[in-house]
């Protein structure tokens, strides 16, 4: 079963606006980190933001935010005021806390954010 | 501080040959993880090491290994090259061995396989 779904394949914001990555997954374990990375066409993988499980607030990190419903199992990302710098690959990913699986990081398919003048 | 290194950044082989694969996590991270991103199957977790031990491994054939170092320094290295082995190698370092920690990455080693 997938574990971290990103429905938005390709997203288009225009510059100075908010926008909204969403991000659904699936687990039964009770502890849990959700991650935020952006990939620019270079490759190298930034950690944008991470949120766990017993968080009560939602995480933010300047002009990103994540948008936590744990009942939904949802980690929506949310960039405000976009630039054109945004523009790159967003990858939603998940840690689980049991023993078997250590550090990995299962990953969703990502989407891709194109940030218009 | 340092962030993750890898090197090299770009690597050419031939099939068949074999290729070693290097990540100094940041100081003081004794968790190293191993990923490959190809465009047909995304991200995939290949192996994690900490404290020179393999703690965790992906569905990959024997054909991909690894170790850590005593300094948290990892290699990964591939044997018998094939062209599907081509891919964005990634490693992520961790402070901890717990689930509630941060992962960063380095910038990757892009391979291709000819």
């Known amino acids: 079963a997938q574990k971290i779904t990103q429905t938005q394949p390709g997203m288009f914001v225009q510059e100075k606006e908010a926008v909204t990555l969403d991000c659904t997954y699936d687990?039964?374990?009770?502890?849990?980190?959700l991650f935020w990375y952006k990939q620019p066409s270079s490759g190298e993988m930034i950690f944008l933001i991470y949120?766990?499980?017993?968080?009560?607030q939602n995480a933010t990190e300047g002009r990103y935010s994540l948008n936590f419903q744990k009942a939904r199992k949802s980690a929506n990302l949310v960039i405000s005021a976009s630039q054109l710098g945004d523009s790159a690959m967003y990858f939603c990913?998940?840690?689980?806390?049991?023993?078997?699986?250590?550090?990995?990081?299962?990953f969703g398919e990502g989407t891709q954010l194109t940030v218009n003048p | 501080k340092a962030g993750v290194t890898q090197t090299p950044r770009y690597l050419i082989k031939t099939r068949g040959q074999q290729v070693t694969l290097s990540c100094s996590p940041i100081?003081?991270?004794?968790?190293v993880s191993w990923y490959q991103q190809t465009p047909g199957q995304g991200l995939q977790f290949l192996f994690e090491?900490?404290?020179?031990?393999?703690?965790n491994k992906g569905n990959f054939p024997g054909r991909f290994s690894g170790r850590q170092f005593s300094n948290s320094r990892s290699e990964m290295n591939v044997s018998t090259l094939e062209l599907g082995d081509s891919a964005l190698y990634l490693c992520?370092?961790?402070?901890?061995?717990?689930?509630?920690?941060?992962?960063?990455f380095g910038q990757g080693t892009r391979l291709t396989v000819v």
């Open positions: 992520a370092s961790s402070d901890l061995k717990s689930w509630n920690t941060e992962a960063f």
């Open positions: 090491y900490f404290s020179e031990t393999q703690r």
């Open positions: 990913a998940m840690r689980e806390a049991q023993e078997t699986s250590g550090s990995r990081l299962t």
């Open positions: 949120q766990g499980s017993y968080d009560q």
């Open positions: 100081s003081g991270h004794r968790s």
């Open positions: 687990t039964s374990d009770p502890s849990y980190g």
